[in-house]
């Protein structure tokens, strides 16, 4: 975003959702009745197996379509890939499970680019499509809406402690599993709600995106640290200090941004800043409606779908961690 603010923005009639409020994909207006949303993500892996890192870069990718409350259509593949380093059946596996993901999603994988790259990268391009009246945006909090998360927090811990062989294995089947699952209930669901903003929750962490919701809004939100879901281990892992250094990037650019009660204990902190890979969404609406909705999702299998905050007019910081 700090290079696109000295560029000329794009501008046209039909381009419902550019890159002005940072939101989680464009959305494009083809008919009164139909838009395009597209976003684009990809990154080096996160885990040891191919095939799982192809489904959980998918997953990623394809989230944030559901943020936007809409339901993705076609994938292209983007790959990065060392010539003569690696054998080619990884790549094979990476791609497979990607497109068990897109299948999954009820979308199609209809092509993509690779180039020779000194370090492995997978992603994908995603194009879904979405009622233009119904777009669900990053924006739109008001004072008095109650924050509701779907999925549990620590990946981003978890990984590095992995890489650090420090995790266990039922922390990591945790982390793996969460990641691979698609946020197509959560975002139906969602959409039932008189629901005010979304965003899924990536590698900007969850203090990073609450801020882009807020200051978008022109509200201040406070997270309460004690309703956070949390992934099994993450705590434990974070105390020893298995922190990302994208956790480290968050604080720099959070810190005046966001207030941190005295009373939260660090470790709760770190999970906060923590970037996140395939995260849960992050769902404003009427505080009225947020335990029918945590009810909702619960029900249909989201167990970790939590009440965890509450916007409030603005104040001089956007987000509070209580």
């Not at 990809?42 to 559901?66: E, K, M, R, W």
């Not at 299948?103 to 680019?113: C, D, F, M, N, Q």
């Not at 793996?176 to 709600?193: E, F, G, K, P, Y």
Request: aromatic letters at 4%.
């Amino acid at each position: 975003m700090q290079v696109l603010h000295s560029l000329p923005p794009f501008e046209h009639p039909d381009m419902i959702v550019g890159t002005e409020t940072s939101d989680d994909a464009g959305v494009f207006r083809l008919q009164k009745d139909l838009a395009i949303v597209n976003t684009v993500d990809f990154f080096t892996p996160i885990v040891d197996d191919p095939y799982t890192f192809g489904q959980i870069a998918a997953a990623n990718a394809l989230s944030d379509v559901y943020a936007m409350g809409g339901e993705p259509r076609t994938a292209l593949n983007i790959v990065g890939f060392p010539k003569g380093t690696l054998d080619l059946e990884v790549l094979t596996e990476i791609i497979r499970g990607g497109s068990e993901r897109v299948r999954t999603a009820g979308a199609v994988v209809i092509g993509g680019h690779s180039i020779i790259d000194a370090e492995l990268k997978y992603g994908m391009a995603i194009t879904g499509v979405v009622h233009p009246d119904r777009v669900v945006r990053n924006v739109g909090v008001r004072a008095g809406d109650a924050l509701v998360l779907t999925k549990a927090l620590g990946t981003g811990i978890i990984t590095t402690a992995l890489k650090r062989q420090k995790a266990s294995p039922a922390s990591v089947r945790a982390a793996v599993a969460s990641m691979v699952a698609l946020n197509d209930t959560a975002s139906a669901i969602m959409r039932t709600a008189a629901v005010h903003a979304c965003s899924d929750v990536t590698g900007f962490g969850l203090l990073g995106h609450s801020y882009e919701m807020a200051s978008g809004s022109g509200v201040t939100i406070a997270l309460e640290a004690r309703t956070l879901p949390l992934l099994p281990g993450a705590r434990a892992l974070a105390k020893q200090g298995c922190l990302t250094g994208g956790a480290q990037r968050n604080r720099d650019y959070l810190a005046a941004k966001v207030s941190v009660a005295g009373s939260v204990r660090s470790d709760l902190v770190d999970i906060a800043f923590d970037p996140q890979t395939s995260g849960g969404l992050l769902i404003a609406l009427p505080a009225g409606e947020a335990n029918q909705l945590v009810d909702r999702l619960q029900s249909s299998g989201l167990q970790a779908a939590r009440r965890v905050g509450y916007a409030t007019a603005a104040q001089e910081v956007s987000v509070r961690l209580v």
